[in-house]
C-alpha cells in the first residue's frame, strides 16, 4: 500500500506565512534606506529628490515595485487572518471589519508607492535633462510636489495609515477576546503608534513641522512587524499542540 504523505497544516502554514511576510516587508524599506536615505529624503527639497532618484536608475525603480507589491499581498493576508471560520462564527462584525480595513490599507499604500514606479522616473529624467528650459525643470519639481502630497501623504501614508491602524485594532481585540493577550496588547500600542504618525500630513496641511509624528509612524511599523510574528504564533501555537 503506498505511504499517505501528511499535508501542512492549514493553521501552521499560515501561521509560517505571516512571519515570513512580517520579515519580507520589512527588506525593500532597508534597502531604500540604504540606496536612497528613506524615509528622510522626503524632507529634502524636490530637486534633490528627482536628481537622486534619477542618479538611481532601474534598481532604486524595482525596489520601489517590490515595496509597493508587499503592500498590496497585505490585502489578502488581512483577509485571510480576519475571516477564519471561528471568528466570523463568534466576532462576525470584529472580523468583517478587520477584513475590510486590512485589505483597503494595503491597496491604499500600494497605490502611494507605485507613484515612484510609474510617475516619478518621467520626472526625475526631465529635471535632470540638461536640454530641458528651467520652465520645464521647475514644473517636473512642481509635479512632484503635487503627486507627492496627493498620492504619498494623504492616499498612502494618510488613508492607508488609518486604516492599518483599524485594521490592528480590531483584529487585536479578537485577540483579547481568544485570551491571546500579549499579541492583543502589541496590537493596541502598534495602532495607537500607527495613527499618531498620522498627524504629520495634517502638522504639513497647516503649515506646521510633522517630525515628531513621522516617529510614531517609525515605531508604528516596526511594533507591526512584531505584531504579525505574534500573529503567526498564535496560529503555530494550536498546530504544535
Not at 66 to 87: G, H, N, Q, T
Not at 112 to 132: I, M, N, S, Y
Not at 194 to 201: K, V
Request: charged share 10%; aromatic share 10%; proline share 5%.
Amino acid at each position: 500500500m503506498p505511504s499517505r504523505i501528511a499535508l501542512p497544516n492549514a493553521q501552521a502554514v499560515l501561521g509560517t506565512a505571516t512571519i515570513a511576510f512580517a520579515i519580507a516587508f520589512n527588506v525593500p524599506y532597508a534597502i531604500l534606506s540604504t540606496i536612497f536615505d528613506y524615509p528622510a529624503v522626503l524632507r529634502r527639497p524636490a530637486g534633490e529628490v528627482l536628481t537622486l532618484f534619477n542618479a538611481g536608475g532601474a534598481p532604486l525603480i524595482l525596489t520601489w515595485h517590490a515595496f509597493a507589491l508587499a503592500a498590496f499581498l497585505f490585502v489578502p493576508l488581512a483577509i485571510v487572518l480576519s475571516l477564519r471560520a471561528d471568528r466570523i462564527m463568534k466576532h462576525p462584525a470584529l472580523a468583517t471589519g478587520a477584513a475590510i480595513a486590512g485589505s483597503l490599507a494595503g491597496l491604499a499604500q500600494a497605490i502611494g508607492l507605485w507613484r515612484w514606479v510609474f510617475v516619478v522616473p518621467t520626472l526625475a529624467k526631465a529635471h535632470v535633462d540638461p536640454a530641458a528650459p528651467e520652465a520645464v525643470r521647475s514644473a517636473a519639481e512642481n509635479t512632484f510636489n503635487l503627486i507627492n502630497l496627493y498620492g504619498g501623504v494623504a492616499i498612502g501614508e494618510h488613508i492607508g495609515q488609518l486604516l492599518t491602524a483599524l485594521f490592528v485594532l480590531l483584529l487585536s481585540i479578537v485577540l483579547l477576546h481568544e485570551k491571546h493577550r500579549a499579541a492583543a496588547l502589541i496590537g493596541f500600542v502598534t495602532a495607537a503608534a500607527i495613527a499618531l504618525g498620522t498627524g504629520e500630513g495634517l502638522a504639513m496641511a497647516l503649515g506646521q513641522s510633522g517630525e515628531i509624528f513621522s516617529l510614531f509612524t517609525i515605531a508604528g511599523f516596526l511594533l507591526l512587524t512584531v505584531w504579525l510574528i505574534a500573529l503567526g504564533i498564535t496560529y503555530l501555537r494550536p498546530a504544535a499542540r
